[in-house]
């Protein structure tokens, strides 16, 4: 059940009607909610009311079973919530803790006082009277609610609101009063004068008609009450294609769908989908390598009337004219017990449709031994040897990282969280192994040195044949921003005959969300995967030597990708080749950017050893990764607001769609106040919200604010801005130094104050940002933050992007010193040097 109301209210004629007038929106031809209808989503239904658009109401009612309604409700939640990625909607338990509140307040949500309340939250103070009670109105035919606000959760404004209703119309819901009139469009009863001032007396009255009497109000109380608008406008678009549910009209074909379980992961049974497609029913394209077969699969997994799990596949499949059936494999893992599983099947180049739904038992992991059998079908049977990692149950490996937001130094304890076969544990550091552990707990003790450095810590389980089963590291002192995709399976050190199992690990950077998982087999997409886990079946179609290829997306675009060779011979070596990025500014008389110079004016430098150049481009319009690290400490206090407004118009005029930006505080320590984002809303209320206090850690921050850049791929700047000296960090120069020289961050210096007025200071960290093909400035005044900010803006979208791969055969732990010189000897600005 959803929750029983006090007292019901109608949807259409009252509720519908009112809320139109006051929200500005045209609901009078809202749909008729049927009779049919089950109680729960009745009572939804009323709960929303004020919410609900037509058009989620028109679909909503037009939703045949009740799973679909059920996952409606949840979706129309969650895409109100104001911060997904906390535990709790906060919108969802503040609206129904508002619908009691008013229920039990006015006994009907369709009072102008319930939907005022429901949208803007509890009045400073309430003044309630009419003619007969108190001495605030002349007249004894009007009950008059004044609610003043200091300012509500839709605005920052004071306002006073003056809700009536006729005493001889006592079933009759209160209206808004503004002016001389109510909004409500349905209901034109006017006061009993057109003049309040003749029929009201005392103060508070009289300040309530002063506050109404602009004639902007009644468009300011309408804004009030409009309907919050959900976070995406195309959410019922989303949710209808999430659906199995097929189109009216659409052509169909028929396939068939059959279920085996092959294995487990932990306390479910790995279930795996076949989907027998016959080729004569679907179309095929012809590409540059072939004819090619395109699907999208869409499917549900429905449990005890809910649904459990939507899922989406998108496959590629080359035509044969010997091939009558396709094959389509999916896996899920689900706990034992009935399911139902429904799936859609689009053949995008042929635009039909098929449709096919099974009712089946999941049978207990436990029981899978007993119960495994050769099976039946032929591919099912060609799958035996993908599947042989199931059949042994998915082991995994989980290193538990260390604090975040502090450097890790000298001895720190890792520890691991293993689930299936595990033999043994081998720590490694640095790729060098330190021990092996072949008991649980399975924890150990690292020295990280007494420098700020990065180290990559990697665990690796065994089984008793002495096989690697699973691994897992995690990079320390580096930030959160790593994007990485590894494939677990298959393996290297084996052959495969018929299939092999794609296994796919991924590791996404804070605050960014992953899209989709391609895999190939060599240089053909077999299957895209938009949901975990990321597993695979797939199909080999010749025997030797192939390779399979991981390439996962992030909804912004960025993506990265992992390849295992299978089958290999003996001598087969894989080769890494090494590309090195630059980002370099040219900077012409007057210190103003050289733009559009070609290819040929440049010469990179590697050691002193001329470089090739494989890639070369003007990069005006490529993302920007940008982090402000902004001095909080007490000296600033005087100053904040004006560097939180330069800061702000430099996000405005800089950080465009692609781009992310990090806002970074600190004084005695380091704080990330926004992770990396292009929201500016959320930037500016982090910078409304920077308040001055502590000591200074200048270089502790800068070094932390480095690391947190680690696994971003492309154009970085970090900005710092400060206006004291270093006198509270652990780490000295040298150390931010030598994070810079290592981090491929370009860093911009704005320094202020004392730390414009200490000449040692000054030096030190021109020579750091100079190192990193930045600039330091020094101003004496915070008026010229805006110049400034506007220099580094110009700068960022004036680089040119060298690309080459490096011919050096020094030693990974040797600095290996760049320059780039440009014809006319105009000044380049770009790294130092880079450690590989």
Not at 21 to 38: K, Q, S, T, Y
Request: aromatic share 10%; proline share 4%; hydrophobic share 40%.
């Amino acid at each position: 059940m959803i929750r029983q109301l006090k007292r019901r209210v109608s949807w259409i004629p009252v509720a519908g009607l009112l809320w139109a007038a006051l929200a500005g929106v045209a609901h009078a031809e809202r749909p008729e909610i049927p009779d049919n209808l089950d109680r729960d989503f009745r009572d939804w239904l009323e709960i929303v009311s004020l919410l609900m658009s037509d058009e989620e109401l028109e679909y909503f009612l037009a939703i045949e079973e009740d799973y679909r309604r059920w996952a409606f409700i949840e979706a129309f939640w969650e895409v109100r919530d104001p911060e997904p990625r906390t535990e709790y909607n906060e919108f969802k338990l503040r609206w129904l803790g508002r619908v009691d509140q008013a229920l039990e307040d006015w006994g009907t949500l369709d009072d102008a006082r319930s939907r005022f309340y429901l949208l803007n939250g509890e009045p400073g103070r309430f003044v309630i009277g009419s003619g007969q009670v108190i001495d605030i109105c002349y007249s004894s035919r009007t009950e008059i609610e004044i609610w003043f606000y200091g300012g509500s959760e839709q605005t920052n404004e004071h306002f006073a609101v003056i809700f009536y209703r006729p005493v001889f119309r006592k079933g009759w819901p209160y209206q808004v009063y503004v002016g001389d009139r109510a909004l409500d469009a349905d209901i034109r009863q006017r006061l009993p004068s057109d003049n309040p001032a003749d029929f009201c007396t005392g103060d508070l009255m009289a300040g309530a008609l002063k506050l109404i009497s602009d004639r902007f109000y009644e468009r300011f109380i309408e804004g009030l009450m409009r309907i919050p608008e959900p976070r995406s406008k195309e959410w019922l678009a989303s949710f209808d294609a999430s659906g199995t549910q097929l189109a009216a009209g659409v052509e169909t074909f028929a396939v068939d769908l059959g279920f085996d379980f092959p294995g487990r992961n932990q306390r479910r049974t790995a279930v795996q989908g076949l989907i027998s497609v016959p080729a004569g029913a679907v179309k095929a394209r012809a590409l540059a390598g072939g004819a090619v077969h395109e699907f999208l699969l869409v499917g549900e997994v429905i449990r005890d009337g809910r649904l459990f799990e939507t899922f989406r596949y998108q496959f590629e499949i080359p035509s044969s004219p010997t091939r009558p059936t396709l094959p389509l494999v999916f896996q899920r893992f689900l706990r034992a017990g009935e399911v139902e599983v429904r799936i859609k099947l689009e053949d995008i180049y042929g635009q039909r449709f098929a449709h096919a739904r099974q009712r089946f038992e999941v049978p207990d992991p436990a029981d899978l031994a007993s119960l495994r059998r050769a099976p039946d079908n032929a591919i099912f049977q060609l799958l035996e040897e993908a599947n042989e990692a199931a059949s042994r149950g998915l082991t995994t490996i989980r290193l538990v990282p260390p604090e975040e937001g502090e450097i890790q130094l000298g001895h720190v304890r890792f520890s691991v969280v293993t689930s299936g076969e595990v033999d043994r544990v081998t720590f490694l550091l640095n790729d060098r192994e330190v021990m092996s552990k072949r008991e649980p707990p399975f924890s150990l003790e690292l020295n990280l040195g007494s420098t700020a450095a990065s180290h990559r810590v990697r665990a690796v389980a065994y089984d008793a044949e002495g096989a690697e089963r699973a691994a897992d590291e995690v990079l320390v002192n580096q930030g959160g921003q790593r994007f990485r995709v590894r494939l677990v399976e298959p393996r290297p050190d084996r052959d495969y005959l018929d299939s092999l199992s794609a296994v796919v690990q991924t590791e996404v950077p804070d605050g960014s969300v992953l899209d989709r998982v391609e895999l190939y087999l060599g240089e053909e997409k077999v299957a895209t995967l938009y949901q975990e886990p990321f597993i695979q079946a797939i199909l080999l179609r010749e025997p030797g030597l192939a390779y399979v290829r991981a390439v996962g997306y992030l909804q912004d675009g960025n993506s990265t990708e992992d390849v295992v060779f299978v089958n290999a011979p003996d001598y087969f070596e894989q080769v890494e080749v090494q590309l090195v990025e630059l980002y370099a500014t040219v900077m012409g008389r007057g210190g103003r950017p050289l733009l559009d110079l070609p290819r040929e004016a440049f010469a990179v430098l590697e050691d002193g050893v001329e470089q090739q150049l494989r890639r070369f481009e003007y990069v005006r319009n490529l993302p920007i990764y940008a982090g402000l690290l902004i001095d909080t400490s007490a000296s600033m206090a005087e100053g904040l607001d004006q560097v939180a407004e330069a800061a702000r118009a430099f996000v405005d005029q800089t950080i465009e769609e692609r781009d992310r930006l990090a806002l970074i505080s600190f004084d005695s320590r380091p704080k990330v106040e926004v992770r990396f984002s292009n929201d500016q809303d959320e930037i500016s209320a982090a910078l409304d919200g920077l308040r001055a206090s502590g000591s200074t850690a200048l270089y502790d921050s800068l070094i932390f604010a480095l690391h947190y850049f680690d696994g971003i791929k492309g154009q970085k700047a970090l900005l710092l801005l400060s206006d004291g000296l270093d006198e509270a960090s652990r780490f000295g120069f040298q150390n931010a130094l030598e994070t810079a020289r290592r981090a491929g961050v370009t860093v911009y210096v704005i320094g202020m104050k004392d730390l414009a007025a200490d000449r040692r200071s000054r030096e030190t960290l021109r020579d750091l940002a100079g190192v990193t093909g930045g600039r330091a400035f020094f101003i004496d005044e915070l008026s010229e933050l805006p110049r400034i900010y506007q220099q580094i803006q110009q700068e960022l979208r004036s680089q040119y992007l060298l690309v080459y791969q490096s011919a050096s055969d020094k030693d990974e732990s040797e600095f290996r010193r760049i320059e780039v010189k440009v014809e006319g000897g105009a000044e380049v600005r770009t790294v130092a040097g880079y450690y590989p």
